[in-house]
């Protein structure tokens, strides 16, 4: 028998040695990874230029896709701006953590802005020994309340005490200004505002090269660094975009280059949710299009940096977006539906180091993405008990894990959290169910296997189907505890 204990115990250590897709242990002396988090604004999932099908070029992400691990079912569960960055950094979804639509002045009173005593992605990270650093679109605090009537208020600045452990601030609440951006710096105060003339990625992209660099002691040598970053190309205006990047599609028609065979040009009236202006601003697209390129550019800058330094290979790279770009497809612009053009986005972790590159299509959800990426950094005993997220750390080293067979959709209002849209997403099917102000719902259900671009509602076709998908819905709402 003790030689059976002798050979089982050199057979297990062999296989954590030499096992490619063993989960490494950190050694005493292995350097904690570097994490730079990239979510480009309104960037839809088509606009990875490697799947081929939006007119991009966007040499840079397909890079880290091709050497990293691509979601390729990843979605953002509310598909507007502030609700993904609250569940970004709270791993909840926003019921639980309040951030239930666009952080603005006249929904502060209702509680719509991430609070300062939730345990972030950010705290987490400072408290087990990393220099944390927030460049660009923050949109996540509360402006001075205003009453019906009164002009809202979308800016705000953050003071040092709610930013959550970020020690270099480089950023703004929320504004459209890409041409003329301005900031507010790490010491600066409210009234001290930094105004720049020059597109917003490419000044972002220097404030973060010298930040790597380090030369005015903006983060601390001795410890790894989490960056941050929020880019607002390519949203909306779509005309502030360099020239240099307008170019490549000078004389092309906005209709060929929208090539998705869901686009319609003029407005769908039927739709009870969305927004519906494609006659005035499809026009734009390939103005769109051209912000891609340049945020493409100027993240190869910024990984470039990190070769050139010698830290790129213990540095975890994640491209990801808060949500899409509707464009057109359905008769709709922008975001904030569960149609695929919006509720879609980019989500690639790239650490080549520790990570085998593949496509995962993993059912992932954006607070999924916090106790993932922790535990992927050797931090899943750090994860916060309150999360309402999931660490699939695992399926990097393609060990088991309990896969979620469904992805909810989330619309609402934080006046009325019981308000809106509520759906979900599972292997074969999208369903939607919209709440009217007189309590009516209107059902979407479509077939994103048989009917990749949603184009034939079959809700009422197969009402032994119609009755499943209502029941899932419930149980998975109640789960949530959704009042919906």
Request: proline share 7%; glycine share 6%; charged share 25%.
């Amino acid at each position: 028998m003790k030689g059976f204990y002798s050979a089982s115990l050199f057979f297990m250590l062999f296989l954590v040695v030499f096992d490619g897709f063993a989960q490494p242990s950190k050694s005493k002396t292995e350097k904690q990874p570097n994490l730079v988090f990239i979510f480009a604004d309104q960037y839809r999932r088509p606009s990875l230029g490697f799947l081929n099908e939006d007119p991009v070029v966007t040499p840079n992400i397909d890079q880290l896709a091709k050497e990293g691990v691509f979601f390729s079912k990843a979605v953002a569960n509310h598909p507007l701006c502030s609700p993904y960055r609250g569940m970004l950094m709270t791993g909840k979804y926003p019921l639980s953590n309040g951030v239930i639509a666009n952080c603005q002045s006249s929904r502060t009173e209702f509680g719509n802005y991430l609070k300062k005593e939730e345990i972030t992605f950010s705290d987490v990270l400072v408290n087990n020994g990393y220099s944390a650093a927030y460049v660009g679109k923050w949109h996540l605090d509360g402006p001075k309340p205003t009453k019906p009537g009164e002009k809202m208020i979308w800016d705000a600045w953050c003071p040092p005490e709610n930013r959550h452990g970020f020690t270099f601030w480089h950023a703004y609440g929320t504004h459209n200004s890409h041409n003329t951006p301005y900031y507010w710096t790490t010491n600066a105060k409210e009234n001290e505002i930094t105004t720049i003339k020059e597109w917003s990625p490419i000044h972002e992209a220097d404030v973060i090269i010298d930040y790597l660099k380090n030369q005015n002691n903006q983060r601390a040598n001795s410890k790894p660094f989490a960056l941050f970053w929020s880019i607002n190309p390519p949203h909306t205006p779509f005309t502030q975009v360099p020239d240099k990047y307008k170019k490549q599609y000078e004389g092309r028609d906005y209709k060929e280059l929208l090539n998705r065979p869901n686009v319609q040009f003029t407005n769908n009236k039927e739709l009870k949710r969305g927004d519906r202006g494609v006659d005035a601003r499809l026009y734009q697209a390939p103005d769109y299009f051209a912000s891609v390129n340049g945020v493409d550019e100027q993240i190869g800058r910024v990984v470039q940096q990190l070769k050139d330094m010698g830290i790129y290979d213990n540095t975890i790279i994640v491209f990801s977006a808060d949500h899409g770009e509707m464009l057109g497809s359905q008769g709709l612009m922008h975001k904030n539906v569960w149609f695929r053009e919006s509720y879609e986005i980019p989500f690639i972790v790239h650490y080549p180091k520790k990570v085998k590159p593949k496509t995962e299509d993993l059912l992932i959800s954006v607070p999924d993405y916090m106790p993932t990426l922790l535990g992927l950094m050797g931090l899943s005993h750090q994860i916060p008990k309150t999360i309402e997220g999931k660490d699939f750390s695992n399926v990097f080293y393609n060990k088991s894990v309990i896969r979620p067979d469904k992805q909810l959709y989330f619309g609402s209002e934080p006046e009325n959290p019981s308000s809106g849209t509520r759906g979900f997403r599972n292997a074969d099917y999208t369903f939607a169910v919209v709440k009217d102000e007189k309590g009516s719902k209107f059902y979407y259900l479509y077939n994103d296997k048989k009917d990749p671009y949603q184009m034939t509602n079959l809700w009422g076709i197969d009402k032994d189907l119609d009755k499943k998908m209502e029941r899932e819905l419930e149980v998975f709402l109640r789960q949530m505890k959704d009042p919906w």
